[in-house]
């Protein structure tokens, strides 16, 4: 062991130069539990969150735990009125933002309105003491309501039936659970395995789905099919177009829709527009319910949110189903909608963190979410979580921590304790109006292009969500989503790329030929870099890959009447870890040369796959002299000489 | 595109040197149906079974065609007499093993011992006209045996009832359906998921397993439970300790266990005995059927096979369920003793043929093994695969080709026809030693210890396949098998390491710093070396790992009072790929970076991450300047003077 502890340079006469051949070292052996210790450290604490604990009195422990559950207690030591204004005017904006946007969410997951105020009362409030993130704003969204919806459907089609109400809070008790559960077992990384290409796509296919059911509402149609998909959809609102659709509401829908889209558009070009751009859901929510309430259009067929219950809250804790026959599907639409819910407000997060610098705890977001889950579906809500629209206009308005969120808690509160009454004449052509408009801003036409610029793969993934979804349904297109991501991780750990290199002139580098065409290889040498850790799932193929590299190179070498390889050099600096089967693969390779005559020889193995080598006595096998630090030094020493700059 | 197309060297003065810093290449963009099509070909076609069917004319790509389905057509025509005798003399050699291991393994199938025999007739002749191994001795084996009777024990537990021997032929059915189709669709990488430490872990508990299950045979247990589990198992033949036992029959099953276990360690000790071990089973039965015979011992208790079905196998195509409750059941019972005797008949395959240094076609073998099932289930054969010991004994009895199987098969033939009867008397009890010696054999005490000893990952698969087989059964183990195992992959996905490189002495070589601890670190640089491919998901936890090496670094640079970190080098090398998620996190990293005032170098990215860094304009946002062929290119042009050698 001792011998290779320690890297020692030799030096070595080769022609008439001297070369210095290092050994390739390997670090002192770590005991057992230490290497497990520090697997389990990097693979769950990789953010080294329980660093700050370390070596403190028990008290300070007390409130350093107290401050990592509740950030509200760091944070808010150094809250300053200065920073209070731009949190008021921000949580304003988004209360004025959310309450249309909420009447309209609560549809499409077939809920009455108020519970999604009530979502945007308790949620945001809680987020506020246990969040990290200084620029969300949570409270129902569009993609989680519609996917809520459609599973709860597909559960109980009737949704005037108390029983469905209960499976919805039902759902967001598991949503919070399972949210919370990823965050204490820190399992968030596993959220990472939604690429953001499957999200790109999803999110611009229900983003579609969504405006695609807006067309009930926008024209007025009364019998609208239930399913989600474009071509149900479609058929549906155009095969009632003749006495289906009523031409007052198309006015009020169509003409709203035009001045939302185009305030967006104006805020875009101009900063100037924000503002209008920020309170024209209020504005039209305002202007079209004034409208209708001195036309009595909604006499002429326009229809009306009608009714939407005053007064904060009720207790729903007793009506959670845990459970019967509907504690399963339950659970299970309520871990689906988490994850989704988790997905979007992590994505939310990392964004603002990354623009203002600031890190973000992934795993301790989790924990914030579930616990607005969980209390919200004991407290008559449904799965609240950060909306990508209003995150954005809170961060434009200025806020500066999570009071704007608990600002708009309570401006939320004094809306469902005074104005909903109002609420009675708003048309629900101008909820559709305003969902469309803000669901708009999902389809990301600029990143799918991108997508296929960089990375077909991704590209394939993206479509085949955004395909899956506007299709079929919701769930279909994130089953694709995933599948299609795994597929990626499968193809890159089962055919992983291997290289012929060759030497880049006047230097002793040595490269992908097909990179540097100039790179020329070594006469008598077949020089091949391994582009993956080596694992059970590929030690076969690389071993045939390699075989069959050198069979080709020999031919071409043959035709050329190039000397035949006499040693095969395999750069292993790519290769991060090897398992047993990857050392059988090897051994197996070696035996294969040796009847070909050709000598193995390794070039700069890691520390994890020396110390394997070693312990499989791989090492041996092939020669501890046939192991190097550097591909040139292997050249150096078994090739001809070749002048060094 | 054109800059970025070739590779160019520009010279550089720093300090008193001069040096050639070669710019990154990137080789001419390939169109991207060429992309695809190599994509597909290096997945599916990686062994490049289509090459030679390039530039022939038609007829002559007929016989190739033949001759890749039928592989006995190529190597038929250089067959020899001097060949055939090797092949005769192993033929008979296995034939001799293979009838007595027959009747054996069917009984752990539930099934009559004659289908054992049917399945020993025709696989092995199938097999020689389109099989590509030279070594491997096809029929029914241990394992897959065991398998098929517990999990069609499962779903018909009378095994005396007609429709479990149906279902036994509609499972067997499926099983070559799905072994043809792996091979046909060319996914036959799909086996490699089972990795190595795994089939170690999953062949022991099921060797432990099965001999635990002869207890019954061996012991003469008339009540045995029909768990698999070593608890059950265990606790059902010592609670019939006192009346159950049947001494005859333990003093037969002992005695000739010790025989075979004996002569096989003694054939492994030295060659000479080889042959003893070889004919040991058969000369087991022949001898205790004799003294059975004679000493009427079946009167007194010891069980005998009483009836063996005389002749050839009956069509049995109107006996499989293509329709009806069972074709469920069947199609997965058939996926999963398909897949398992896959995974045999390769590991065995691909072993043999590394001795002797052939190449074989796994999707071939599947097409071959799957036909073989096809046709056995429509003659009344179960699942038939490769036999690790049969195998062994073939290769060292001298077999040359294929024909042995022939030969083998004839000989099974000629029982059938004619010595069936004979084995009336044969004692269940030498059977069962039979199997107990066949199966010690899997249990792989070594291959074990060095799983530990060199990857402790590894261990813990092979452990929990073996614990899940027999605390369990076959299936939860080959689960938990599965289950590590791709858990081991998406843990390498994820968690990718990361390590800081510093210079070795005396050299341009740049290395973990914790692998040579006397390579130094640049001042006022950092070098990171990134060990994995950069996807969805490991980029934001690689994001982050960088940051926090960063911040370390610069705390303890504070402390030692050197100066801070003003350059941070990213070596590219281990970076096989990237995706849009991967550039996104280079985005973001960049961003933090610049509000901390340290620059982003990149040092040897691979031709896709260039084109992809290049295609996503990231290239531009940090300046093509900042990309370098070698991380000593990038410290020589950043960082203070360094002296090479």
Same mark, same amino acid.
């Given at each position: 062991m001792e011998e290779i502890g320690s890297s020692k340079a030799s030096s070595h006469m080769h022609g008439d130069q001297t070369l210095y051949i290092h050994k390739v070292g390997a670090p002192p052996k770590k005991k057992l539990v230490n290497e497990i210790k520090e697997a389990v450290k990097d693979t769950f604490f990789s953010d080294l969150?329980?660093?700050?604990?370390? $070596?403190?009195p028990g008290s300070r422990k007390l409130v350093l735990g107290l401050q990592a559950v509740f950030p509200i207690l760091e944070w808010g030591r150094d809250y300053s009125f200065h920073k209070f204004k731009g949190d008021l005017v921000s949580g304003i904006t988004i209360a004025s933002l959310c309450i249309p946007q909420d009447i309209a969410y609560a549809k499409l997951a077939n809920l009455d309105p108020q519970y999604a105020l009530y979502s945007s009362f308790v949620a945001p409030l809680v987020y506020a003491f246990? *969040?990290?993130?200084?620029d969300i704003a949570i409270g129902p969204v569009a993609v989680v309501s519609l996917l809520l919806g459609s599973m709860l459907t597909d559960e109980?089609? $009737? =949704?005037?039936?108390h029983d469905y109400l209960r499976l919805a809070f039902t759902a967001t008790f598991f949503a919070g659970i399972t949210q919370m559960a990823l965050g204490i077992f820190r399992l *968030?990384?596993?959220?990472?395995?939604?690429s953001h290409a499957a999200i790109v796509g999803f999110m611009a296919g229900a983003a579609i789905t969504i405006s695609l059911q807006q067309l009930k509402g926008l024209f007025g149609i009364?019998?609208?099919?239930?399913?989600?998909d474009i071509v149900s959809v479609l058929s549906s609102a155009f095969s009632q177009a003749q006495h289906g659709w009523n031409w007052q509401t198309i006015l009020i829908g169509v003409s709203f829709l035009t001045f939302l889209l185009a305030s967006k558009h104006m805020a875009k070009k101009n900063k100037k527009f924000f503002w209008l751009s920020a309170t024209a859901p209020l504005i039209s929510v305002v202007l079209s319910t004034f409208f209708v309430y001195i036309t009595h259009a909604d006499k002429n *067929?326009?229809?009306?949110?009608r009714h939407i219950k005053k007064g904060v809250n009720p207790i729903s804790?007793?009506?959670?189903?845990?459970? *019967?026959?509907y504690l399963g599907p339950g659970f299970r639409i309520g871990v689906v909608s988490g994850v989704i819910a988790l997905t979007e407000a992590i994505a939310i997060g990392r964004t603002f963190a990354a623009m203002k610098d600031y890190s973000l705890d992934g795993n301790k977001e989790m924990v914030a979410l579930g616990t607005i889950n969980i209390i919200g579906s004991l407290t008559s809500c449904y799965v609240a979580t950060g909306s990508f629209s209003r995150s954005a206009v809170n961060f434009m308005a200025g806020?500066? @921590?999570?009071?704007s969120n608990i600002v708009m808690s309570i401006v939320v509160l004094l809306a469902l304790e005074?104005?909903?009454?109002?609420?009675? =004449? @708003?048309?629900i052509a101008v909820l559709s109006s305003i969902i469309i408009a803000a669901v708009?801003?999902?389809? $990301?036409i600029e990143a799918a292009v991108l997508l296929w610029k960089v990375d077909k793969f991704d590209f394939v993934a993206c479509m085949g969500a955004f395909l899956g979804v506007i299709f079929k349904n919701v769930e279909i297109g994130l089953l694709i989503a995933v599948v299609i991501s795994f597929a990626k991780i499968l193809l890159q750990v089962t055919r992983p790329r291997t290289a012929v290199l060759g030497r880049v002139p006047e230097t002793s580098v040595y490269r992908n030929i097909q990179q540097y065409p100039e790179a020329t290889q070594v006469p008598g040498m077949l020089i091949i870099r391994v582009d993956s850790a080596i694992y059970f799932s590929n030690s076969n193929y690389i071993k045939e890959r390699i075989l069959r590299w050198l069979t080709d190179e020999d031919a071409k070498k043959k035709e050329n009447k190039l000397p035949r390889t006499e040693y095969l050099i395999v750069?292993?600096?790519?290769?991060?870890d090897i398992d047993t089967s990857g050392i059988r693969a090897f051994e197996e390779l070696h035996k294969s040369l040796q009847k070909r005559e050709v000598k193995l020889v390794l070039a700069n193995p890691v520390t994890v796959v020396m110390e394997k080598l070693h312990a499989s006595k791989f090492t041996y096998l092939i020669g501890e $002299?046939?192991?190097?630090? @550097?591909v040139a030094d292997a050249v150096a020493t078994f090739g001809p000489n070749i002048e060094l700059p």
């Open positions: 969150s329980l660093r700050h604990f370390k $070596d403190q246990m *969040g990290s993130s200084r109980i089609s $009737d =949704y005037k039936n *968030g990384f596993l959220v990472d395995f939604l009364v019998n609208f099919t239930k399913k989600t *067929g326009v229809s009306i949110v804790a007793n009506e959670i189903f845990f459970s *019967g026959k806020c500066n @921590t999570a009071v005074l104005i909903t009454p109002l609420f009675k =004449y @708003t048309p708009a801003g999902l389809v $990301d750069e292993m600096s790519p290769v991060t $002299d046939k192991i190097f630090l @550097t």
